[in-house]
């Protein structure tokens, strides 16, 4: 099962001061890249993965969406998405990606932020999510980048010009990584990007769009810490299609 470390008060104290949680979608940068990879939702039926606060699933019914379904493993986080949702199209459920089993064909768009590098494998749930698709819809989601997961080890190399610090970016070295960000403890998987997309089209899926985000230079301006992420991805943006 999944780490569910959402239901962690102190994650979730934590995670409830970010701007994304107080502002929703308009205070995450790379949403207008996100937008320019949407199918149109008018009539259509979205699932969104890891919805946590349900912003993406209000989004969805304010663009027309005819249904929603919001799915996440915190109980914690699916009860404040009820409090801050007056919708009868949206439904939310409480569920384990790594587990998770749907109805077939049943979704036009499937879409997922910042939730699929908590999965240990996403091969599965690519194949699941294909075959919950319609012909013709979608897959959205933006995960963390492979090059900010990736572990760095650190060193000091002594030679002729005396002592030196030394990092290496150990990329290739897929698997399991626990991170100390807002709690102890944090559990996330580290694979390459080209193990993503070969899992998407083993899947079936036609990639679209692949986007290793970085912020503008009029976002920078606005938001000076934000320069970190121009200097490396902090998260890659994808979109296939089945």
């Known amino acids: 099962m999944t780490q569910n470390i959402y239901d962690n008060q102190a994650f979730f ?36 993965l890891g919805c946590g606060y349900g912003w993406f699933c209000r989004r969805a019914r304010e663009a027309g969406a005819a249904g929603v379904v919001g799915i996440d493993l915190s109980e914690k986080m ?34 997922s932020q910042l939730a699929l590098h908590y999965l240990p494998d996403i ?5 699941t999510l294909y075959e919950a ?17 990736s572990p760095v080890r650190q060193g000091w190399l002594t030679d002729d010009e005396g002592q030196r ?27 390459t990007l080209g193990t993503t997309l070969n899992a998407l089209m083993s899947a079936g899926f036609t990639l679209r769009q692949v986007n290793e985000w970085g912020p503008t230079t009029e976002q920078i301006d606005a ?9 490396r991805p902090m998260m890659v943006l994808i979109s296939a299609q089945r």
């Open 13 to 48: 104290d934590g995670y409830a001061q970010l701007a994304r949680s107080q502002y929703g979608l308009k205070a995450a940068p790379e949403w207008p890249a996100i937008q320019m990879m949407l199918p149109d939702l008018s009539g259509k039926q979205v699932i969104d």
């Open 78 to 111: 699916l009860s404040r998405a009820r409090e801050l949702t007056n919708d009868n199209g949206i439904c939310y459920q409480r569920g384990d990606l790594s587990q998770l089993t749907l109805p077939s064909q049943a979704y036009d768009l499937v879409y």
């Open 133 to 149: 698709l319609q012909p013709g819809g979608w897959l959205v989601f933006t995960t963390e980048h492979p090059i900010y997961t």
């Open 223 to 231: 938001n000076p810490a934000l320069a970190e992420e121009a200097e």
């Open 165 to 191: 610090s030394w990092a290496v970016n150990n990329y290739q070295n897929e698997g399991k990584r626990v991170s100390n960000w807002l709690a102890d403890g944090v559990v996330k998987y580290h694979r």
């Open 123 to 127: 091969a599965p749930l690519f194949t």
